[in-house]
């Protein structure tokens, strides 16, 4: 089993940053981390992954440039670093795990998700 806790969401202004947080615990070895995003009314997309050695990231094409995603040492939290803001990233962000290595957007792939934490960014 492995847990999922995401924070760092929040309101905030287009052009604003926010850094999102997700942190494992349980057993949280061989996980790939990914960051998913899910706007009301819109199905659940794909934001960026990292995997196990943190050396190799993907990203979806909206946030190229404007996000970065990052695991820290203990290989046990990621973090979503969010620029430019705007209002389209509006969403509830949620932080998954699995051990595949492919279909990586794809989140039917996940074995564990966190309750997500919202962003709003205002115009």
């Known amino acids: 089993q492995v847990q999922l806790v995401e924070s760092g969401g929040g309101l905030v202004q287009a052009g604003d940053s926010l850094r999102l947080s997700c942190e494992a615990s349980?057993?949280?070895?061989?996980?790939?981390m990914t960051w998913f995003r899910q706007a009301p009314g819109k199905e659940r997309e794909f934001v960026a992954t990292?995997?196990?050695?943190?050396?190799?990231?993907e990203y979806a094409d909206f946030v190229k440039g404007r996000f970065t995603i990052s695991r820290d040492n203990g290989k046990t939290t990621s973090y979503l670093q969010m620029n430019s803001l705007k209002p389209e990233d509006t969403a509830l962000y949620y932080c998954?795990?699995?051990?595949?290595?492919?279909?990586?957007?794809?989140?039917?792939?996940?074995?564990?998700w966190g309750q997500g934490t919202r962003v709003t960014v205002s115009s």
């Open positions: 998954a795990v699995t051990r595949r290595g492919t279909y990586l957007s794809q989140p039917s792939i996940y074995d564990y």
């Open positions: 349980g057993r949280t070895l061989g996980y790939r």
């Open positions: 990292i995997n196990l050695g943190g050396d190799t990231t």
